[in-house]
Nanobody, 121 residues
Framework: QVQLVESGGGSVQAGGSLRLSCAAS???????VGWFRQAPGKEREFVAA????????YYADSVKGRFTISRDNAKNTVYLQMNSLRPEDTADYYC???????????????WGQGTQVTVSS
């Protein structure tokens, strides 16, 4: 079993930055790790993903150039650096590990509890 704990959410003004963390315990990351978000009244959507072994990264078009996913092997932690935040980035952000199909879909074996991000205009 893998337990995922997100942190780093909060409130920020448009144009600001936040860094989210996703720490794994129980087992180390060994596969793909993804970040998703869910805004009020909307479906959960893909944000970014990382191949823990090779380091390949994937981004949703809406965050390309503004968000960066990275990892710290020693800390078994994945980060999501979010710059130039916009009000439409407001959502609960979730990390997930070990996708069953592709990194872009919601079928992951493990999910964190989420962390809230609010961007005001």
């Amino acid at each position: 079993q893998v337990q995922l704990v997100e942190s780093g959410g909060g409130s920020v003004q448009a144009g600001g930055s936040l860094r989210l963390s996703c720490a794994a315990s129980g087992r180390t990351f060994s596969n793909y790790v993804g970040w998703f978000r869910q805004a009020p009244g909307k479906e959960r959507e893909f944000v970014a993903a990382l191949n823990w072994s090779g380091g390949s990264t994937y981004y949703a078009d809406s965050v390309k150039g503004r968000f960066t996913i990275s990892r710290d092997n020693a800390k078994n932690t994945v980060y999501l650096q979010m710059n130039s935040l916009r009000p439409e980035d407001t959502a609960d952000y979730y990390c997930a590990a070990k996708p069953r199909t592709t990194v872009f879909r919601l079928e992951y074996d493990y999910w964190g509890q989420g962390t809230q991000v609010t961007v005001s205009s």
